[in-house]
T-cell receptor, first 113, second 116 residues
């Protein structure tokens, strides 16, 4: 199936550093979602974005829905070891659950204490 | 709230056997449930979308006769991998959308299937 272009694929950073990752698409999405997946677990929703230009925070996490509706980014400030995991962006074209989510390839984050 | 469970969390089976995986929404009713497959170090790939009381919609390339989906109630969907083979070994994850917030999907913890 189609995937969103998510970058970087992996990051290895020092504890305390800020992190930025993004997703781009050639198609327009009406909803952007960011998930975190720990090993052997299902994805957990971090932030949901519903309007172009929307900027939403969840603790140290901030995500934005691009104006063109073709991209989104996620920032993590002051990273800590428990931020380790795989972060996925996901987009939905429609506004009902009948429209599937398209996932990015994931960003594997590693944090050195 | 919005908890989704899966059972079993892992299963090992012999080639040729069938395996059933359950997905339950514990504290909400889900009009739609989704089944994904995830291979190691890869993203989630949607297999099928199921709506309660109707046939599942399968993604291109997913064999509906091999991956049987039954969405019998608003809180339960099952995925049966029939005549499993080693190449079916994967991490299977379900998600559910609450009827009150159909924009969101809540994921289960996944089921690790290993076919010997």
């Amino acid at each position: 199936g189609q995937q969103l272009n998510q970058s970087p694929q992996s990051m290895f950073i020092q504890e305390g550093e800020d992190v930025s990752m993004n997703c781009t698409s050639s198609s327009i999405f009406n909803t952007w979602l960011w998930y975190k997946q720990d090993p052997g677990e299902g994805p957990v929703l971090l932030i949901a974005l519903y309007k172009a230009g929307e900027l939403t925070s969840n603790g140290r996490l901030t995500a934005q829905f691009g104006i063109t509706r073709k991209d989104s980014f996620l920032n993590i400030s002051a990273s800590i070891p428990s931020d380790v995991g795989i972060y996925f962006c996901a987009g939905r074209r429609g506004n009902n659950a009948g429209n599937m989510l398209t996932f990015g390839g994931g960003t594997r984050l590693m944090v050195k204490p | 709230g919005a908890v989704v469970s899966q059972h079993p969390s892992w299963v090992i089976c012999k080639s040729g056997t069938s395996v059933k995986i359950e997905c339950r929404s514990l504290d909400f009713q889900a009009t739609t449930m989704f089944w994904y497959r995830q291979f190691p170090k890869q993203s989630l790939m949607l297999m099928a979308t199921s709506n309660e009381g109707s046939k599942a919609t399968y993604e291109q390339g997913v064999e509906k006769d091999k991956f049987l989906i039954n969405h019998a109630s608003l809180t339960l969907s099952t995925l049966t991998v029939t005549s499993a083979h080693p190449e079916d070994s994967s991490f299977y994850i379900c998600s559910a959308s609450p009827y009150y917030s159909y924009n969101e999907q809540f994921f289960g913890p996944g089921t690790r299937l290993t076919v010997l």
